[in-house]
């Protein structure tokens, strides 16, 4: 189907090829056979198979890719993630532009999965952000989830999230949440953004459906996951690292969101190698 | 002009913003106007300001955007970036694909001025490579320039770069020089991937235009650089990072590569304030 | 900025005119300017004045249209919608184009009005439905709104809508609605489509965030009104027409939808006349 | 091949479905296998049966989409259109996008239908205009001709029609056939709108083609036929309905054009049920 | 307006610049300005001045581009045809793209000049065909017109033009013009291709718009235009050169079309000196 | 794989026919299979043949489209260059568009053979230049190879090439070379074009990696080759004929390159016949 991912793997492949590869096309005969594999060089989860396999099958149908392993797998150093076998210089041309993909989607599913693993013994979700990379938002929240996170679906056509930005110039949160249940369609949930109990009791009895605690102490947090009693979902949000997450878990939050997973996520090793 | 860039942009505000932005379209009044600082909250390189003023630009020509620092500022936390002025609307729908842009930008910009302050006192300059984030490769070797860094300028269209891969097809590095040079347009140079000084020795007399030293020690290098005496440019690559800089440039290549500044950065933190 | 309503125009100004139009082309003088009205010729409720206009803009910036109406008004026949002046070919070019964007949105106002009215005195909403033209859902949504209707804010990524078709695949409305928490991300709303009371009370106790009706007697409806008292709101729907609307509106559901809105509406006698 | 209407089916599965359908993905199984009919829920006349088919192949080529009936067919309220048979989640998705293109698709060629019974025992011959909904005019062409219509090949740039606009400006009938007679290609055919006798007679004279007679009544339409003696087709026009469609034919006119088959049909009562 | 022309010179902007003017843009200072004209190196017919000013707008709008010239201008060697002053790097950039329009047109017009001085003194008409370069089809009719011809209004979708290839299959010119007159729109024109008379009378009789005497001796065709007695235009065909022109006009036929107008002109030689 | 060749045929056909061929789908019966060849009427280098074979299999898979000649045969007046077997509507509907293609191709690679045979007995190697029709170049460039000359690869973003132009404005070779070499990346060469021997060393020492000889006397040519004694290639340039040919290679220059190959061709004459 008519897809964006699609979309992105063509233009990928356009951006590193725009008229070919021009090292492997007069070096290489154009009928040479070869076996690769896709090997991983570090420790990690393994994120974006799939899309690795679709660059080869855009470049040429007749690549036999089979995988070793999913997506979510523990990777160790020298683990064989797929063996591919085709045209040589078919393997030539999406080497750099699969690994591009993978090694990015596996690096924020690994740095995703400490977060994870960072909450063993909580009932607390770790939520991605729109700090995503332009245009590739869809294949990072992807990975995002294979790490075991859960989406905050958020574009700003999704959901209302009334912030900072907007109360300043509203003036009050119950005003905004008014205007907004006003406004926007029934099938849609409001989130306000928080900094201390008294907004988070003025934002509930507006009727906002969800509250972001931001920048709180724990401590604060506690307060506010005591006072809500359930009755709708809070999420912890603020330059969260690994360190702090426990004691942000322990307040009680049903969400922790977290920008780095998607911003500052370190490409993982991997690489692909000729038999 | 027609421009890649322009065509990201709006991808990146289709992406955010499919419907609009249902929270500021519904809280704020659609006359209002705003001031808001671009604001940095950590040291480092600025990158990528014309890109967010683009994209304000698209979003609403009527924003007034006013630089304060120009690409290649050192920032310091609390600095001022830019200045803008317009439709509070406008500028909440910016907020967030502009900072997506700039933090990335910048964020590479600061790390490639590390490597290349590592430099100090020596000739041998800094080279990215074709590890980018896939179809912003443009925008990301921009970055690189302005931390300071030269572009390795290699698409698979643009130049012949023989590697080990292709050499165990091929066989040798004499044969894959001949087959290149009779292939290709007399405008495209030939770099070959070396391991060890026989290799040089081949490539040069083979007839590289430039040549790869990949994962060689720093004295092995050395040889290599003494033995081809200035006659073709000499790059050295594999996993360099800033500790085993200096060593590489004392033996003397033109050039050091690092993948690292485009596939494992930190996004720098920058923000949007508004007044 | 990047809209899809500019590339609909822009796709339409193409179907009606491929190689240009060569009529005016050929008997008009090219530097030939006229003066022209557009102009009501029944009763109803004018929508899409804007659509028009930018239908002459993209042809030829230099024509001056000139709303004398605005979008929701009352129209009677005889009266001045928009006086347009501009070169003559330019005109002749836009005509029927721009014509057929405001009939048609016209017509959906006008449908939309009238359904409004018949709920007056209650606050029972109408909403629209996905049954819209493809590929112009945002312009008949937008003259939903005109007319007086709400959106209903869907599709198919929007909001999970658990309809008939997917219970009997799941089998219990408790399974669906628990899968569907579990996995859609949490600012989304959960709505469930319901054909007797039990299943009413069933949605509720699974979480459901919004209960649809579909076909029930006024009299069943009223019954789930009183137990849901208030907690969620509640929709109606499945072939409503004029007649039943009041019936309808006194169980007390918050929402009726109506999809003869968007799929069986008459364009309004609308026409472009040169003075 | 390169189809618009491919581009158009793909724009509206994107429209309805820009992420997913997040509801059937998060409750249906993914392997889950159904079967579902189409089934006519009123009389009329089927058309778009392949658009429909189109939609799921687009989703998904392992849909098995069986037609019962052919585009032309009469239906009954309770006739199977058609069976499917394929992946549950699949089928959901294109539900309604499939139904919004066949139920407008068989709304026209109903309507056309009836107007075209109206002529039983006539020559004369219905034709469609350049009303139709922007975008879809193929679709909505290709449905006037399942009914029994005659498509009016007429986009501004296929055919030359001197419309009363065109001769406000020009003066005269002879002068505006002339200009176009020596500009455009001798491909092309030249139609006048006339109001009158006198008109038809300058316009045969000046070399027209094709006349068409704008709002005369059947007995000036008759001195007309009369006049012209078949050396050209004539074509009555203005808004045409079923009542007065005889008496208009029997003045012996070519055809008769009618703007309401595109502009305001209602939409066939047509649904999806699973088995 | 959208315009297929800007298209064409956005995508032959972009195949010679894909990634900007590296020569330019390392060797000229940015805010250097130039003055530069367009200058004609040999006679012939100027076309496409537009076209070459439009490249230059594209790239730079503040490039300023004066016309000396008008399209259909009779060009001497030395002739200054445009004069340029702008960003001189804006005026590199342009240089080779307007030329490579301006030339081709250039070289079209002319050769259509010497076609059309060819039949002074005769009414008949030089047309072209659709022996055009693939995607340039109208840039090319439209430097027909500049140098004097007239289009043959003719793509597969605007004209019946039954040839040779169709009457192998359908059998006979009666049944062939029967089924196309059938099925195609009323406004649709017939044209048949015929090799002598007996076809000429068949085609006449069916109802043919218009025949196409193929490969014709001037004498037949002169008993062809002796027969037809001007009720329908006829047109000569079939590999025609200068030498043969007034002959085959002396037959009186109403129309010469020539493929090699646009399929073998020469590239006028037009450059572009900096001053 | 995604390719411009394939969005140039699609614009090609799409250009000859946005709404089908009516002349075929009108008058031959839709189920109608027929033969027919692709056969040369003049002598010359065949070169676009599967091109004019994508143009079928885009139009209709089925067509069974059997090469008998290869890209660079040369061919005969009557030779057999392929054979067709499909559906006769769609042989019909691709003719014309494969033809377009496949003439100019043909035309481009019998030119360019012409001047290739010109050199035999000499080492130096015919270029093309960037004078290709607009987007177009890269089937032209393939023509130009099959006719056995060289490309000179180059767009605006390749190579540098220092022109006339370019050193009006820099004032000096040596100052151009030298703010090239610091701006370009490594893989980049450089080439100056030169007129007279000063400027040839002055070249040479500055860096240049190629030089261009453009309108040079043979014998100015031939002091230059002695003085550049092999150390870098040459290339003669400017209005080259056929006559001079020889006299040009004979001063011993690497390359000639020739503007008219790709500027100012004859289209072959090659038709498709019908069985």
């Keep these: 189907m008519i897809s964006d991912i699609d979309t992105i ?3 990928a492949l356009k951006e590193d090829m725009p008229d070919g590869d021009i090292t492997s096309e007069s070096v ?3 009928e040479s056979i070869s076996r690769a594999i896709i090997l991983a060089k570090e420790k990690g989860i393994l994120a974006g198979i799939d899309v690795a396999a679709c660059v080869f099958a855009k470049i040429d149908p007749h690549v036999i890719f089979t995988n070793k392993l999913e997506d979510g797998s523990m990777l160790s150093c020298g683990d064989t993630i797929a063996c591919l076998k085709g045209n040589s210089i078919s393997l030539l041309k999406g080497e750099r532009t699969a690994l591009n993909f993978l090694q990015r989607m596996s690096g924020i599913a690994t740095l995703t999965r400490k977060f994870v693993q960072g909450l063993e013994g909580f009932q607390t979700r770790i939520l991605d952000t729109r700090k995503t990379t332009p245009v590739l938002r869809n294949l990072e929240r992807y990975a995002v989830q294979v790490g075991g996170g859960t989406n905050h679906r958020l574009n ?3 959901m ?3 912030k900072d930005n907007h109360l300043k110039i509203v003036g009050s949160i119950s005003e905004a949440v008014k205007r907004a249940r006003n406004k926007v369609a029934p099938s849609v949930k409001i989130e306000v953004e ?4 008294e907004e988070v009791k003025e934002a509930v009895r507006a ?3 969800m509250i972001m605690l931001d920048n709180m102490s724990p401590e604060r947090m506690k307060e506010a996951v005591s006072w809500v009693d359930g009755r709708i979902p809070l999420e912890a949000s603020g330059n969260v690292n690994l360190a702090m997450l426990r004691k942000i878990a322990s307040s009680g939050v049903d ?3 977290v920008g780095s997973l998607t911003h500052s996520y370190d490409s993982l090793d991997i ?3 000729f038999r």
């Design 9 to 11: 793997i063509e233009a």
């Design 28 to 30: 290489i005969p154009p």
């Design 156 to 158: 700003l056509s999704d």
């Design 160 to 162: 209302v999230l009334i």
């Design 194 to 197: 928080t900094t201390d109990l």
């Design 207 to 209: 009727g906002a459906d």
């Design 255 to 257: 969400f922790i969101s």
């Design 271 to 273: 690489s692909l190698e």
